[in-house]
């Protein structure tokens, strides 16, 4: 395995360290989903902030963490929400786990809750979180200032035939549990194997078997696209140039968003895969500030 990047090794001696003290620094909020709650994590709150807030949705089977490279850059001049999502992280399960619309307004819901002032919002959604954005987006109306989609489907394309994976839930112990955790990151998450680190590992274990929600089956329609006509004038992108879920056919999604937006900033990382804001954390946070301006 790589070295933990510095940025994060900087900031504990082990995996769960570093994720226990990104997690330290912010505000901890729960917000109605369910017969429980929508889990909220917020840093930067309270600081005089140039820019609006900024609300990160994370992908599937995941949580905040799939934002612990982004969360502390991105929050030193403007307010960051890192959500987990109806069914996933620590969030309660919503009353109806395969609706893609009543999950997104029980996010919307919380947003209004969290910041009551009516000003306008930055939504940023990678994968699962860019697909169940499309709704959000569009449920915010007018608060809506900037949709960033990182790497979504949900565009009613297909995915790129990948490896196999193996399921995790059928292993007989962690070690065998942890073998395919890393083999999710080797054929869907990076585009170099060679770069899977500790904490990423960590954070993938942790996630995915947090997960309740079948994200990917919501995934596969072609719900963002379908929202997208609205929010015209509202959109960008940023893909991994080797994301594996769209390898090959990473202009067929271009070319979608492009129909509904024809003017969209779409920014592909060289290099970088499908969870690019982590493998390629410093390039993505530039190119996410840039487009947020």
């Known amino acids: 395995m790589a070295p933990i990047p ?20 912010a505000r901890r909020v729960e917000t109605p ?16 902030h140039r820019g609006r807030p900024l609300v990160l949705l994370h992908g599937g089977y995941g949580g905040w963490s799939h934002w612990i490279r982004n969360v502390l850059p991105l929050s030193r001049d403007r307010q960051v929400l890192a959500v ?8 309660a399960m919503p009353p109806a786990p395969e609706d893609p619309q009543a999950m997104a307004a029980i996010v919307v819901a919380g947003l209004h809750r969290l910041l009551p002032d009516g000003g306008e919002i930055d939504l940023v959604g990678f ?34 035939p990948m490896a196999p994976m193996g399921s995790w839930r059928r292993q007989p112990d962690r070690a065998a549990r ?22 990423a590992l960590h954070l993938q274990e942790r996630n995915a078997e947090a997960g309740r929600v079948r994200s990917p089956e919501i995934s596969r329609t072609d719900i963002l696209a379908r929202s997208l006509p609205p929010l015209r004038g509202r959109l960008a992108a940023i893909w991994g140039g080797e994301d594996n879920i769209g390898r090959g056919a990473i202009a067929a999604r ?12 779409f920014h592909t990382i060289p290099g970088a895969g499908h969870w690019v804001s982590y493998e390629a954390a410093e390039a993505f946070n530039t190119t996410l500030a840039e487009m947020l301006g």
């Open 254 to 265: 271009r070319d979608v968003l492009r129909a509904a937006d024809p003017e969209i900033p």
């Open 84 to 91: 987990d999502l109806p069914g996933l992280g620590e969030s």
């Open 127 to 160: 994968s699962f979180g860019g697909v169940l954005g499309g709704p959000v987006a569009v449920q915010l109306g007018g608060r809506l200032r900037r949709f960033v989609i990182v790497g979504s489907n949900g565009l009613g394309l297909a995915r790129a």
């Open 33 to 48: 989903c369910g017969e429980g709650g929508l889990v909220w994590r917020s840093w930067g709150a309270g600081k005089s």
């Open 6 to 25: 510095p940025d994060m090794a900087a900031l504990g001696a082990t995996p769960a360290a570093i994720e226990a003290h990104v997690e330290g620094l």
């Open 178 to 199: 942890l073998a395919v955790h890393q083999r999710t990151l080797e054929v869907l998450m990076f585009a170099d194997a060679a770069r899977i680190d500790p904490l």
